[in-house]
């Protein structure tokens, strides 16, 4: 039973265009959402989150959107540098803090 | 900045052997977090602990336990060794204030043969 799901397993972008990564959830006690960059070989690397209060946060080129009458969020990386390329993992937790669920990926390749 | 520490970082152990691994949380963090993810996989919850006492458990197999001791460390502890218990190990810690991330070690990765 996947509670978080990214159905995109890859995305290919051009250098200084908009990435946008994509994540669903079905549980409605996830309160909190995260994303998280990984290398191979290295642990996830906190990115951003957001909690189910907002439905935007900002910081820098990344900035993650949360619909959660459609339990929906979304991560936009303005502009895309190839250094971004990694697979990037959306996360959830309910009850602020707890147990993290993870989506399966999506690993983003931003072109030179 | 600290980050979270594990050791080892790789291990290469026979089956039905036991193996050890150690997590480092970030200093002042009183929570700490296990999982694997498995080749190709996303990384599934194991167990999690707040002040030294268990505060959660996912899919962790009867086979292993785990513990937070009084300096914070943790230690996954996993006997009878199976191939499929090769994976990479994360652990993460966090201060356990509501709405904060959790920070990922750099993972042990157990190879069983």
């Known amino acids: 039973d996947q509670q978080v799901k990214q159905n995109s397993p890859s995305l290919s972008v051009q250098e200084g265009r908009i990435s946008i990564l994509n994540c669903d959830y079905t549980?409605?006690?996830?309160?909190?959402f995260l994303w998280y960059k990984k290398y191979p070989a290295e642990g996830p690397t906190f990115l951003i989150s957001i909690s189910s209060i907002k439905d935007k946060n900002e910081d820098g080129r990344f900035t993650v959107f949360l619909n959660k009458s459609a339990k929906h969020l979304s991560l936009h990386i303005v502009p895309s540098q190839p250094g971004d390329s990694a697979v990037y993992f959306c996360a959830a937790s309910a009850d602020s803090g707890s147990r993290l669920t993870f989506g399966e990926g999506t690993q983003l390749t931003v072109n030179p | 900045a600290a980050g979270v520490i594990q050791s080892p970082r790789h291990l290469i152990k026979e089956k039905r052997e036991t193996a050890t691994l150690k997590c480092y949380p970030i200093?002042?963090?009183?929570?700490v977090y296990w999982y694997q993810q498995g080749p190709g996989q996303d990384p599934q919850f194991l167990i999690s602990?707040?002040?030294?006492?268990?505060?959660d458990k996912g899919s962790i197999p009867d086979r292993f336990s785990a513990q937070q001791f009084s300096d914070y460390h943790s230690e996954l502890n996993m006997s009878s060794l199976e191939l499929g218990d090769s994976a990479l190990y994360f652990c993460?810690?966090?201060?356990?204030?509501?709405?904060?991330?959790?920070?990922f070690g750099q993972g042990t990765r157990l190879t069983v043969v």
């Open positions: 602990f707040y002040e030294k006492m268990q505060s």
């Open positions: 549980n409605s006690m996830f309160d909190y």
């Open positions: 993460a810690s966090s201060s356990g204030t509501p709405n904060t991330e959790a920070f």
């Open positions: 200093p002042r963090h009183d929570t």
